[in-house]
C-alpha cells in the first residue's frame, strides 16, 4: 500500500512554499484583505466525459467571497490597499452599466467603512431598462453607492476626466477621494492580485499532484490575463495562458497585455520574465461586441450549466467559456486545462430578456 500520509504531509509543504515564494516586491505593497479563503480548484469531470480525452478544472473566482464574488475582489485587495495608505474615504470608479467591478468596488468600500461613487457608461447599445435597472445595478444602489451616468462608452480619457472632476467636487466637499484607475498608463494595481492568484493556483495544483498544462480566461482590462501570465511565468511555472477576448480584437489586445506585463515588471522592481510568444488570444467569439450576445455564448452557457450546473454571464464568462471548450476539444490525452471562472453572474439578470428568448428559443 503507498504511504499516502507521507505523499500527503511532503505536497503540503510544497503548498507552504509555494505560496511563501517571493515574486518581486509583491509581498511589500499595500493590501487589504477583502477575501477570507482561497477559492476552490474543482474538477468538470461530465464536461470532459463529452469534450475529449483533457483532464479539465475550474478555478471559482466566481466564489471569492464578497458580494456575489469575482476576480475584482482580488484586483480590489491592493486598489483598496493604497487607499487605506493614503488615508482615503471615498473610492471612485467608471465602468460600464452591468459592471461587476463598480459593484464589488462599492462593496469592498463598505467592508472598510468607506463611500463609493460610481460612474456608469453607455458602453453597450441596449435600451432595455431591465439593463438598466437590475443585476449589478440593483446591487450598486442596495450598497448605497452614489450614481453618476457619462453617455459614452468607448472614450477611456474622456471618462477619466470626468471621474477626476467628480472626486475634485469630493475635495472640495472635505471628502479624501481615492480613484481607481483602469486605463492602460496607470500601475496595474489590479493585476497584483492575479500574479498572487498564480501562486496560488500553483500551489493547489502541488497540492493535489495536478499537472497543468493550460489556464483559459476572459482578457479585458487585461489584470487578469497579464497577472496570472505573469505569475505564472515569475514561478517558472510553464502552462499555456490563453486569454479569451470579450472587448478588443486580439491585435489591440495584445498591445494591452505587452503593456500590462511591462507594467506589472515594473511594479513588482522585476525582469519583464513574460516573452510576446507567450501572448496568447483569441478574438473569434467576441462578435458583435462587448457585452452582446452570439449564438456560441448561449450554447457554451447551456453546456457548462448542463454538465456541471455551472453558471455563466453573457458578457465574460461564457464568452471565455466558448473558448476554453475549443481548446478542450483540440486537447490530447493526460492534458489539463483550467477554466478560470472570473464571476459576472449578477449581470445574468440584467440579460433577463435577451436570456430568457434564447433559451426558450433553442430549449
Ligand atoms: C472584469 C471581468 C473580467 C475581465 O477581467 P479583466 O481583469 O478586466 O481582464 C472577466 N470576468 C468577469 C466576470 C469580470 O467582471
Redesign the pocket.
Known amino acids: 500500500m503507498p504511504d499516502t500520509r507521507r505523499q500527503v504531509v511532503s505536497d503540503m509543504d510544497a503548498q507552504v512554499e509555494i505560496r511563501k515564494t517571493p515574486i518581486g516586491r509583491l509581498d511589500e505593497l499595500p493590501r487589504s484583505r477583502l477575501m477570507s479563503s482561497e477559492t476552490p480548484l474543482e474538477s468538470m469531470a461530465n464536461l470532459a466525459q463529452q469534450l475529449g480525452p483533457a483532464h479539465l478544472l475550474v478555478k471559482r473566482d466566481?466564489q471569492t467571497g464578497l458580494a456575489f464574488g469575482?476576480?475584482?475582489v482580488r484586483?480590489l485587495e491592493y486598489y483598496i490597499g493604497e487607499a487605506e495608505a493614503e488615508g482615503a474615504d471615498t473610492i471612485l470608479i467608471t465602468g460600464a452599466v452591468q459592471?461587476?467591478?463598480v459593484r464589488l468596488a462599492a462593496a469592498a468600500a463598505r467592508t472598510k467603512g468607506m463611500d463609493c461613487h460610481i460612474q456608469l457608461e453607455d458602453r453597450v447599445p441596449k435600451n432595455d431598462p431591465i439593463y438598466r435597472s437590475s443585476g449589478n445595478v440593483l446591487i450598486d444602489k442596495i450598497l448605497g453607492a452614489t450614481l453618476h451616468a457619462y453617455p459614452h462608452g468607448e472614450d477611456e480619457t474622456g471618462a477619466d476626466a470626468n471621474l477626476a472632476k467628480i472626486a475634485q467636487g469630493l475635495e472640495a466637499e472635505g471628502k479624501s477621494p481615492y480613484i481607481i484607475h483602469?486605463a492602460a498608463g496607470h500601475a496595474p494595481l489590479?493585476?497584483l492580485g492575479?500574479v498572487d492568484a498564480a501562486r496560488e493556483l500553483v500551489a493547489q495544483c502541488a497540492m493535489a499532484n495536478i499537472d497543468l498544462n493550460e489556464v483559459v480566461?476572459?482578457?479585458?482590462?487585461?489584470?487578469?490575463?497579464g497577472?496570472m501570465l505573469f505569475g505564472l511565468k515569475a514561478l517558472g511555472h510553464t502552462a499555456r495562458v490563453t486569454g479569451v477576448c470579450?472587448r478588443r480584437d486580439a491585435k489591440q489586445q495584445f498591445e494591452r497585455i505587452s503593456t500590462r506585463c511591462k507594467e506589472i515588471a515594473d511594479l513588482l522592481e522585476m525582469d519583464l520574465v513574460v516573452d510576446e510568444e507567450d501572448i496568447i488570444l483569441t478574438d473569434a467569439y467576441l462578435a458583435p461586441g462587448y457585452g452582446r450576445l452570439n449564438d456560441d455564448v448561449i450554447s457554451a452557457m447551456r453546456m457548462a450549466a448542463e454538465s456541471e450546473g455551472l453558471i455563466t454571464?453573457p458578457?465574460?464568462?461564457a464568452k471565455?467559456m466558448c473558448g476554453f471548450l475549443e481548446r478542450a476539444r483540440a486537447a490530447e490525452e493526460g492534458q489539463t486545462i483550467l477554466f478560470v471562472h472570473?464571476?459576472?453572474t449578477p449581470?445574468l439578470f440584467g440579460y433577463e430578456r435577451e436570456l430568457t428568448a434564447a433559451f426558450d428559443a433553442s430549449a
Do not use: E, R
Open positions: 466566481d469575482g476576480n475584482k484586483q459592471s461587476n467591478f483602469l489590479g493585476a492575479y480566461l476572459a482578457s479585458g482590462s487585461g489584470h487578469t490575463h497577472g470579450v454571464d458578457v465574460y464568462t471565455a472570473t464571476g459576472g449581470a
